[in-house]
């Protein structure tokens, strides 16, 4: 179980338009997802972090105008890239968490979906 | 501040031991995971510690002592296919992770 998609794996864009990027929670109701965005041979970076029905919560330097976080639904959250540009092309990878009540086990588990590679023009 | 300090990179041997360290500093602490990260891909979750001792899951172990800021992630029997990154992400009272860059481990035959 915990499995997260994400859909589209790879897009590529011309300057100036919007992408959007879903996250879903395929076998288990996530109580928080999160957006990280990772360039090559750095760290993870949160952009923010969405709770279904309320705002998303957004990391400092992060626009939350132009990387628009929408969490519909427990097993859906999406992340629309509003006007990219040639610098916003990086790896986009979301999580979600799922509270684990076991004896020993984790509390709250992120699971994270496959990634999706943006590429603007 | 938060930090995390691992080695950038290690090197091991086909069906040798390796251990990684993983040293922090978090503001309140709620427990430590591990996540592998191959290349090009998403990080996988593999363990977490909240407790001081030794975690065992099949050929990954994992070890936290919470006074001294200190976990490692031990693999025994290295395989080829654990050629990876290995990401040590304490939780602080936010209950939010801190990354850090990770440990890029080479298997060699």
């Known amino acids: 179980g915990a499995v997260v998609s994400q859909h589209p794996s790879w897009v590529i864009c011309k300057s100036g338009t919007s992408v959007k990027i879903e996250c879903r929670s395929l076998?288990?109701?996530?109580?928080?997802m999160f957006w990280y965005r990772q360039f090559p041979k750095q760290s993870l970076m949160l952009m923010a972090t969405?709770?279904?029905?309320?705002?998303?919560?957004?990391e400092q330097g992060v626009e939350k105008d132009k990387f628009l976080i929408n969490h519909a639904s427990l097993t859906l959250s999406t992340l629309t890239v509003t006007s990219a540009h040639p610098e916003d092309s990086s790896f986009y990878i979301c999580?979600?968490?799922?509270?684990?009540?076991?004896?020993?086990?984790?509390?709250?588990?992120?699971?994270f979906g496959p990634g999706t590679r943006l590429l603007v023009l | 501040g938060q930090n995390i300090d691992q080695p950038t990179e290690m090197t091991a041997t086909e069906g040798a031991i390796v251990q990684i360290n993983c040293t922090y500093q978090?503001?309140?602490?709620?427990?430590l995971f591990w996540y592998q990260q191959h290349a090009g891909e998403a990080p996988t979750f593999l363990s977490y510690?909240?407790l001081d001792g030794l975690e065992e899951k099949g050929r990954f172990s994992s070890f936290l002592s919470r006074s001294k800021g200190y976990s490692y992630l031990l693999l025994k029997e290295l395989q080829m296919k654990d050629s990876a990154s290995y990401l040590c992400a304490p939780m602080d009272s936010n209950y939010q992770l801190i990354w850090g860059a990770g440990t890029k481990l080479i298997i060699k035959p």
């Open positions: 969405s709770n279904e029905g309320s705002k998303a919560t957004y």
């Open positions: 999580s979600a968490s799922r509270e684990v009540r076991l004896a020993g086990g984790p509390g709250e588990t992120q699971y």
């Open positions: 978090t503001s309140g602490f709620n427990g």
């Open positions: 510690n909240v």
């Open positions: 076998d288990f109701q996530a109580t928080t």
